[in-house]
């Protein structure tokens, strides 16, 4: 190491701000990788626009995702909402 220039961790590089153009390309990044009508999922109750920079995002809330499949009527339509919260199981539905 050069005398004179400290060395940051690596907790401490990661936190400082991003230069204008930098958070602008990450931005454009990020829009391009969640375009309207995308999910984002996190474990984070941050408002993904604070995290992303763009864009207005509604919670889903209640709901379960679960994938479009054209074979079945089930799930054969995007946001599609159905099923049920509690389930009792009957003898036949057990393997």
């Known amino acids: 190491m050069r005398k004179g ?20 390309a ?12 995308s999910f984002f999922f996190s474990a984070l109750s941050t408002n993904p626009a604070e995290q992303l920079g763009f864009g207005t995002w509604v919670p889903v809330v209640g709901r ?11 799930f054969d339509t995007v946001l599609e909402i159905g099923g049920e919260k509690l389930h009792v199981l009957v003898p036949a539905e057990v393997p």
């Open 5 to 24: 220039r400290s060395r940051l961790a690596l907790s401490d590089r990661v936190s400082q701000p991003l230069r204008r153009q930098d958070q602008r």
């Open 26 to 37: 990450a931005i454009v990044s990020a829009e391009g990788a969640y375009p309207v009508g």
């Open 64 to 74: 379960v995702l679960v994938g479009l499949d054209a074979s079945q009527v089930e």
